[in-house]
């Protein structure tokens, strides 16, 4: 909670320089990728690089403006600080990924268009080392895992497999959506578009709540979505990109609840 709390009511830039200086803290070496035209800075951080196959962890930085983005998306960035910590301590191959520029930078009823710092990363990096993309999203409020977006002939994905086997060895209630993009999505997506399909958004919603999107998901309408009509998310999602998502409404055990989560799923892979 102290990061989200450092983190919150900063702009992206400011958010990006306090994430740097919170891997230098932790004495964790990265790198940065720069745009100027569109402005990108991802910051990367490699643990045993020279392995042939490594694990892929990310979780976008950036915020809307007027948003204090707490649990969208400081929850996340903690989350993988948390991680950085432990893979310090006992190195894995893995590249854990703060993104840039998640965003939308067009934002319309009808259209919205952002993912601008990993689209910028997938197509200026070789993919073939990652065997698997965990994404972080919202996981600072809540005791049930959600896996997105999974259509259900992608449980057979390695990812979802492992993510959704570490959630029951832990006897944590996992639940499954799939989740148009037109509604919600996330860095993910960047990584399916370049051919990485074994790429996966996890959060951590309230039980009851998780319940409610899974039923609002089932009932969603395409042809409403594509014009504009967008559905009202429960609970921990409403606040999403509004002045409501501080931290007052997260809580420490959703945050330790994800990071062990996560460490589990490299023990396992």
């Given at each position: 909670?102290?990061?989200?709390?450092?983190l919150e009511?900063?702009?992206?830039?400011?958010?990006?320089?306090?994430?740097?200086g919170f891997?230098?803290?932790?004495g964790v070496?990265?790198?940065?990728q720069r745009?100027?035209?569109?402005?990108?800075?991802n910051?990367?951080?490699?643990?045993?690089?020279e392995?042939?196959q490594?694990?892929?962890?990310?979780a976008?930085?950036?915020?809307?403006?007027?948003?204090?983005?707490?649990?969208d998306?400081?929850?996340?960035?903690?989350?993988l600080?948390g991680?950085?910590?432990?893979?310090?301590?006992?190195?894995?191959?893995?590249r854990?990924?703060?993104f840039?520029r998640?965003e939308?930078?067009?934002?319309?009823?009808?259209?919205?268009?952002?993912?601008l710092g990993?689209?910028?990363?997938v197509f200026?990096?070789?993919?073939?080392?990652?065997?698997a993309?965990?994404?972080?999203?919202?996981?600072?409020?809540?005791?049930?895992?959600?896996?997105?977006p999974i259509?259900?002939?992608?449980?057979?994905?390695?990812?979802?497999?492992?993510?959704?086997?570490?959630?029951?060895?832990m006897g944590?209630?996992?639940?499954?959506?799939?989740v148009?993009?037109?509604?919600?999505?996330?860095?993910?997506?960047?990584?399916?578009i370049?051919g990485?399909?074994?790429?996966?958004?996890?959060?951590l919603l309230?039980?009851d709540?998780?319940?409610e999107?899974?039923g609002?998901?089932a009932?969603?309408?395409?042809?409403?979505?594509?014009?504009?009509?967008?559905?009202?998310?429960?609970g921990?999602?409403?606040?999403v990109?509004?002045p409501a998502?501080?931290?007052s409404?997260?809580?420490?055990?959703?945050?330790?609840?994800?990071?062990?989560?996560?460490?589990?799923?490299?023990?396992?892979?």
């Amino acid at each position: 909670m102290d990061y989200v709390k450092a983190l919150e009511n900063q702009d992206s830039r400011r958010r990006g320089e306090l994430v740097r200086g919170f891997l230098e803290s932790l004495g964790v070496g990265f790198t940065v990728q720069r745009s100027r035209h569109p402005r990108i800075e991802n910051i990367i951080v490699d643990f045993l690089p020279e392995s042939p196959q490594e694990l892929g962890f990310s979780a976008h930085y950036d915020v809307v403006r007027g948003s204090p983005g707490a649990n969208d998306n400081a929850s996340g960035v903690a989350v993988l600080l948390g991680l950085c910590r432990t893979l310090k301590a006992s190195p894995a191959p893995a590249r854990v990924i703060f993104f840039d520029r998640e965003e939308a930078w067009v934002r319309t009823p009808f259209l919205r268009l952002g993912l601008l710092g990993s689209l910028y990363y997938v197509f200026r990096h070789d993919l073939n080392k990652l065997r698997a993309v965990f994404n972080l999203e919202f996981c600072g409020s809540g005791d049930c895992l959600a896996i997105w977006p999974i259509k259900d002939g992608q449980k057979r994905l390695p990812a979802f497999e492992v993510a959704s086997g570490a959630a029951a060895k832990m006897g944590l209630p996992a639940k499954t959506a799939h989740v148009p993009w037109l509604l919600l999505s996330s860095d993910h997506f960047s990584f399916r578009i370049r051919g990485l399909a074994n790429a996966i958004t996890l959060s951590l919603l309230p039980s009851d709540q998780a319940a409610e999107f899974e039923g609002l998901i089932a009932r969603l309408n395409v042809f409403r979505l594509l014009t504009g009509h967008r559905p009202a998310l429960p609970g921990v999602l409403a606040t999403v990109h509004t002045p409501a998502d501080t931290a007052s409404r997260m809580n420490e055990a959703s945050l330790s609840l994800m990071l062990s989560l996560l460490r589990v799923i490299v023990e396992t892979y």
